[in-house]
């Protein structure tokens, strides 16, 4: 699987999510201390933005913005409904200051 760079850690703050593009589609990456997990942007309910939903870092999930359904962040699986679908996720890392998600071609 091909591996993405992504970024830099100034560009995924501590405890933030936000959407980055690859290969045409949205996939949403929140970082925590250091720490990256990289899931499909879009809710698997309805068409809503994940990153752009409330992130929990300590519980590890972000809300859809629509709909309120929590999904966890380390492995796409919605937590709470109306979500019961889960989004795919991706392994994400940091190496040096740069974040890299492996994404497939």
Do not use: K, Q
């Not at 091909?2 to 100034?10: D, V």
């Not at 698997?44 to 809300?63: K, N, T, W």
């Not at 913005?65 to 994400?92: C, K, M, N, Q």
């Amino acid at each position: 699987m091909p591996t993405i760079n992504i970024g830099t850690l100034a560009d995924l703050p501590d405890g933030t999510g936000r959407a980055f593009e690859i290969n045409g589609r949205r996939i949403a990456v929140f970082r925590v201390a250091d720490e990256v997990y990289a899931i499909d942007d879009t809710c698997s309910h309805a068409e809503a933005s994940l990153s752009a939903g409330e992130f929990d870092p300590d519980e590890l999930c972000v809300e859809c913005p629509l709909h309120g359904s929590l999904f966890d962040v380390r492995t796409g699986v919605p937590r709470t409904f109306p979500a019961f679908e889960p989004v795919a996720s991706y392994r994400a890392f940091i190496e040096g200051d740069r974040v890299f998600v492996e994404y497939p071609a």
